[in-house]
């Protein structure tokens, strides 16, 4: 399997100054994918740009892995009504001239 | 460079604790940080002020030395001129911006007024907020666009901090819309992976066509006589012009639509959205003795 697109756990958590258990937290909660490679777990490049996210909510605003999840969902949720509002602009763009 | 007043952005007094401070810094950065707020530049200028704030008045040396100056800002501005006639010179760190591209990264950039008196960036490793970051730096970049613009897939260049990037705008972009580089962002530390370049466009409104998702809205004037009569007329689209057949007493607001004839489905190759004509039924604002004459007869009959 290739390894170039991958980080290992330790390597971010080292990196970062979190504890291992957050990111498992995050990965049994559903929010990021893990994947095991020779029995290390590895993080896709692709999902680090959310992890880091995560890591800075918890670590900047001390927010526990809860709260984070918690939050990532109301995040998610204002991204959706922020798409659909941008759709309703411009419908109502049609009523207005 | 005007001065900033650090206990007025943390909310706090003049006299306040080491505790005070830190839980109003908490308290203003859970409100405006960049994560809980996306998409949203007041709130990251906010946030990085709080920072700012946060980096003085919570170093001892920093707030003594704020402290001091703060009362008699004026004299430490003048003192700051003076040096500079004397020839010092000194580098402030400019936005950067190429070719109409506006970049803002989350980067902990402090204001004139905290360079010129703490010198440069964070001391040491001291800036904890400013969190360093494994993989490298995302960019965010906005590209105009015309509606006409997304008709098609456009292969087009860009030049970004020296680089030339060369993507694909995929047909039927919608204003707003962010397509994301993989990889073309800021370099990653250790080895870790590049950051991603955004690139956000921007299509203003098309004073023709009206755009809603792929559908497109036009109003198109009809004479009385076409639309009591019946007949043809030639409307524009986007691609052309079309001739439509007007039936016999078609109302005013009456809608068509024009299969096919509005803009591409965004990643869906070969498909259009709909054109939808409303038609504005065009009455005579002025009419001849001969004309009235035959309206009055219009009327009794």
């Known amino acids: ?68 999840a918690t939050i990532n969902n109301l995040l998610q949720r204002l991204e959706d009504m922020q798409q659909e509002m941008n759709v309703l602009r411009s419908r109502l763009r049609l009523y207005e001239s | 460079m005007a001065f900033i007043d650090y206990y007025k952005i943390l909310g706090i007094s003049k006299t306040a604790t080491d505790k005070e401070i830190k839980s109003a810094y908490r308290k203003q950065a859970r409100k405006y940080h960049p994560d809980v707020n996306p998409n949203d530049p ?20 920093k707030r003594k030395k704020y402290d001091k100056y703060g009362e008699n800002w004026q004299h430490g501005e003048a ?15 400019g936005g950067q911006s190429q070719s109409g591209f506006d970049f803002g990264g989350m980067g902990g950039d402090f204001s004139d007024f905290f360079n010129s008196m703490f010198g440069g960036g964070p001391a040491g490793g001291n800036s904890g907020r400013q969190s360093a970051r494994y993989r490298g730096q995302d960019l965010n970049a906005t590209l105009q666009l015309e509606l006409r613009d997304t008709l098609e897939s456009k292969k087009q260049t860009i030049t970004v901090n020296g680089k030339n990037i060369r993507l694909t705008i995929p047909a039927g972009i919608e204003n707003g819309q962010t397509i ?8 990653g530390s250790n080895g870790a992976p590049a950051g991603d370049l955004y690139i956000t466009f921007n299509i203003p409104e098309n004073p023709d066509f009206k755009r ?15 639309a009591v009569l019946g007949g043809e007329i030639t409307a524009d689209t986007l691609t052309g012009k079309v001739k439509l057949k007007v039936a016999a007493g078609t109302q005013p607001g009456t809608k068509v639509k024009l299969k096919g004839k509005g803009a591409p489905l965004y990643k869906k ?30 009327a009794k009959s």
Request: with cysteine; hydrophobic share 30%; net charge negative.
């Open chain 1, 1 to 68: 399997m290739r390894t170039e697109n991958l980080i290992t756990v330790n390597d971010f958590c080292v990196y970062h100054n979190v504890a291992y258990h957050f990111v498992d937290y995050l990965a049994e909660a559903g929010l990021v994918k893990v994947t095991q490679v020779n029995k290390t777990s590895c993080i896709p490049v692709d999902e680090i740009q959310k992890l880091e996210r995560l890591v800075r909510l918890h670590n900047d605003l001390e927010i526990n892995e809860p709260g984070v």
């Open chain 2, 42 to 61: 007041e709130a990251e200028k906010q946030f990085k002020q709080v920072n700012e704030a946060n980096e003085v008045l919570s170093d001892p040396d």
């Open chain 2, 79 to 93: 003192y700051e001129q003076q040096t500079r006639q004397q020839g010092q010179q000194r580098s402030y760190g």
């Open chain 2, 180 to 187: 994301k580089i993989t990889g073309h962002g800021g370099a």
């Open chain 2, 212 to 226: 809603v998702g792929s559908d497109l809205y036009r109003t198109i004037d009809v004479n009385l006589y076409t």
């Open chain 2, 269 to 298: 190759d070969g498909q259009f959205g709909d054109l939808y004509l409303t038609y504005n039924i065009q009455l005579p604002a002025s009419l001849t003795p001969k004309q009235k004459e035959l309206f009055e007869e219009l």
